[in-house]
C-alpha cells in the first residue's frame, strides 16, 4: 500500500478519466449539489469545481494504527476535477495531499494551464520579487444552499475534503450555471439584520445576475435625495484619442459621486460587499446617475481597457499595467421608469459588436424597477477582460431614471475602509 501511495507523489498523472457521453454522474459533493456550481455546457473561463475526496478512506485498513498514521501522512487526494464549471468535463485526478493553496495551484496549474498565463506568470514575478511566495488562485468552499461561499485560507488546507471552486484571477465570481438559473442567499452583514435575495442570471456572456428588491424604497429615496441638489452633467473617463472632446452626445445624463458619510449608504456598501463576495476596499464610491427623458448612455465598456489609455498615467497606475481591472458592476435601480431606459448588453449571447451603440435593440436588456439590482463582470474568472460586457443605458421615454454605479475591483482600492 505504502508502494502504490508513493509511485503517486509523482505530480498527479493518474487517470484524466472523462465521463464517457451519457454516463450517469453524481452531481452531489459532501453536502454540497454541484449542480449548483457547474453548468451543464456553458465554459467560465479561468473557473473550476473541484470535488476533493476522503483521504482517510484510502488509508483504512492498514495493519496497525501507526500504518495508518503515515499512510495518512504520505498520502494522495482522490479529486473531481469540472474543468471551466462544466458538469460533463468531468475529469479524476490524483494529487498530492497539498501543505498550502500554493502548492494546491501548482498542481492544478500543471495539469489545466492558466487560460491567462501572461497574468498569471506577471503577477507571481512580481510577489516574488518582493520576497513573496504566495497562491493567486482563489478558493472557495460553497455552503450549503442559502449559505454564501466562504474563502479557503492557507491554513485550511490540511483536512481539506469535499467541494471547492477554484479561481485562476484570484477573485470570486457568481457563477451564471444557465439562463434563468436561480439561487437564494442570505448575506450577514455584522451590526444589521441578515437579508435573503435571490440572484437570477439573465445572460452568460456576459455575465449578468440580476437581484429584484435589494434595495428598500426608504434606502433608494435616501440616495435620491442625497444626491439630486448636487447633480452635475455626466463626464467620462477620456480615451487617449477623444482627450478633449465633450461628452454631450454619447452620454447625457447627470451624475454625482457619492461619498459613504451616512449609515444607509455605509450599509448599502456592506451588503454590496457581502453580495460580491469582496471587501469593501475593493469599491469605489456609488456614482449616481439621473436621466430624463431622452437620455442615455451609449454602449461602453466598464473596464480599463490599457490598450486604449497608453498615455493616462492615472489609468495604468491604477490598473498596474492592466493586470488590475474593476472586475464587476453592481448597478442600482432607483426609480421605476415608466417607459424606456432600460440597461442593454447588445452583444448578449455572443452578438458582434453593434454598428449602433445607442440602438438597444439587440442582446439582453434590464427593465429599471426600483431597489433592483444588477451585477454584470467586466472580467473572466481568469482575470481577462470581456469583451462582451458591452452595456449602454437606452433613452428615457417617459419618467426619470434613477440609478447609481457601484465598481468592484479584483484588488483592494481604499477609497473605502472596512
Ligand atoms: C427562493 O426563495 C423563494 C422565497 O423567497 C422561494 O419561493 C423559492 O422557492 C426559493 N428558491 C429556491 C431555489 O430555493
Sequence with gaps: MRAS????????????LLAGAGAEVSTVCGDVNLDDWTSPSWPFQGYSVLCIGDRAASCSGGASADDEATCLADSSLHVTIYNAGVRSSRANLQIPVPADLQDLEKVLAKEYPP???????????????????KALFAFYKPGRAGELPVRISSTDVKGLTGPVL??????????????????NVSLNMPGTPPVSVTLLTRSLQPLVIEVSSFLDKSECQHII??????????????????????????????????????????RLDKRVAALTLQSVRHQEYAQVLRYEKNEHYEAHHDFFDVALYQKSEQVLGLTKNGLFNRLATV?????????????????AGGGPQPRNFAACSEGVSID???????????????????????????????????SANKWIWNKPMDYLRE
Excluded at 501511495?5 to 484524466?16: E, G, K, R, T
Excluded at 470570486?172 to 439562463?179: A, Q, V, Y
Aim: glycine letters at 10%.
Design 5 to 16: 501511495f508513493n509511485s503517486i507523489w509523482h505530480p498527479l498523472l493518474l487517470c484524466a
Design 115 to 133: 487560460s491567462n498565463p501572461t497574468r498569471h506568470n506577471k503577477i507571481k514575478d512580481a510577489f516574488q520579487k518582493k520576497g513573496r511566495d
Design 166 to 183: 477554484v479561481y485562476e484571477g484570484g477573485a470570486f465570481l457568481w457563477p451564471g450555471i444557465e439562463i434563468d438559473f436561480k439561487r
Design 225 to 266: 435625495g442625497k444626491a439630486e441638489p448636487r447633480m452635475a452633467k455626466s463626464g467620462v473617463s477620456h480615451m487617449d484619442h477623444d482627450v478633449g472632446k465633450a461628452d454631450a452626445t454619447w452620454r447625457t445624463s447627470s451624475t454625482y459621486f457619492m461619498p459613504s458619510d451616512t449609515d444607509i449608504v455605509k
Design 331 to 347: 448597478f442600482f435601480y432607483l426609480s421605476t421608469v415608466e417607459k424606456g431606459g432600460q440597461t442593454n448588453f447588445p452583444r
Design 368 to 402: 429599471p424597477q426600483e431597489g433592483r439590482i444588477i451585477i454584470f463582470y467586466s472580467l473572466h474568472p481568469s482575470g481577462r477582460t470581456d469583451e462582451y460586457s458591452l452595456h449602454g443605458g437606452c433613452d428615457v421615454h417617459e419618467g426619470t431614471k434613477w
